[in-house]
C-alpha cells in the first residue's frame, strides 16, 4: 500500500516566479491538506481540501492556492516567490471521520533565491 | 484559538536514559493531541494519539504520553533512549483526528552513546 507521494522532492525557483507542488493522497483517503515547515520550526498549516474544495484555511496568502482531483489527489500553487517561501512543503491526507490521523508525505523541499 | 508549547527545543539525554519531552497545549474545546517524529531529510510519522477513553496513550517504538487536563499537558516518555530515537519530534493539536494540525516549535532529541 502505498503511502502519500510528493513531487518533485526538491525544487529551485528564482524570486517572482510560480511553483506547483503535487501530492497522491494515501489509498482510500479522500482529504489533502498541505503544510509549510520553515527551517527549524513546526509545521504550519495552509489549507485544506475535501471534494474538490477548500474547507478550512490558515494564515496564509492569496498566492498560495490549490486545487483536488477528482482521483483525490492534489496541488499546491504559489505565486510571485519571495524569498521566505522557502522551506519544506508537506502533504497529509486522511479519511474524513473522526479519529482518522493525517498520515505525512516525505515534503518537497522549494528554496528560493 | 489552539496553541502549544514544547519546552525545550533541545533535550540530550544517555543512551538508555528516561526519554521526557514536554508539550503544554491551549484549547477553547476538547483537543486530540498527537505526537509525531521527523528523520532527517523526512516527512511525519505519527507516534501515538490520545482522542478519547485512556489518557495514557501508548505509540510506536516504546513511547507513551499521558493527557492530563487538568495541567492542560500530554508529555512524551520513553522508559529507555535508544540511539535510533535521535530525531525532531513535534507535538500537535487539533479539534478533529481529521482537522487541522496546530503543531508545536519542536524539540531535537540528541542521544548519547
Known amino acids: 500500500d502505498a503511502g502519500v507521494t510528493q513531487s518533485p522532492t526538491h525544487l529551485i525557483k528564482t524570486r517572482g516566479q510560480q511553483v506547483t507542488l503535487r501530492c497522491s493522497p494515501k489509498s482510500g483517503h479522500d482529504t489533502v491538506s498541505w503544510y509549510q515547515q520553515a527551517l527549524g520550526q513546526g509545521p504550519q498549516f495552509i489549507f485544506q481540501?475535501?471534494?474538490?474544495?477548500?474547507?478550512q484555511r490558515g494564515n496564509f496568502p492569496d498566492r498560495f492556492s490549490g486545487h483536488q482531483f477528482p482521483n483525490y489527489s492534489s496541488e499546491l500553487n504559489v505565486n510571485a516567490l519571495l524569498l521566505g517561501d522557502s522551506a519544506l512543503y508537506l502533504c497529509?491526507?486522511?479519511?474524513?471521520?473522526?479519529?482518522?490521523?493525517?498520515?505525512f508525505g516525505p515534503g518537497t523541499r522549494l528554496t528560493v533565491l | 484559538a489552539q496553541s502549544v508549547t514544547q519546552l525545550g527545543s533541545h533535550v540530550s539525554v544517555s543512551e538508555g536514559a528516561l526519554v521526557l519531552l514536554r508539550c503544554n497545549y491551549s484549547?477553547?474545546?476538547?483537543?486530540?493531541l498527537f505526537w509525531y517524529v521527523q528523520y532527517p531529510n523526512q516527512g511525519l510519522q505519527l507516534l501515538l494519539k490520545y482522542t478519547t477513553g485512556a489518557t495514557l496513550v501508548k505509540g510506536i517504538n516504546g513511547f507513551e504520553a499521558e493527557f492530563k487536563k487538568s495541567e492542560t499537558s500530554f508529555h512524551l516518555t520513553k522508559p529507555s533512549a535508544h540511539m535510533s530515537d535521535a530525531a525532531e519530534y513535534f507535538c500537535?493539536?487539533?479539534?478533529?483526528?481529521?482537522?487541522?494540525?496546530?503543531f508545536g516549535g519542536g524539540t531535537r532529541l540528541m542521544v548519547k552513546p
Open positions: 484549547s477553547s474545546v476538547p483537543p486530540y
Open positions: 497529509a491526507s486522511t479519511r474524513q471521520g473522526s479519529y482518522n490521523e493525517q498520515f
Open positions: 481540501y475535501y471534494e474538490e474544495e477548500e474547507r
Open positions: 500537535a493539536v487539533s479539534y478533529n483526528a481529521g482537522n487541522m494540525l496546530t
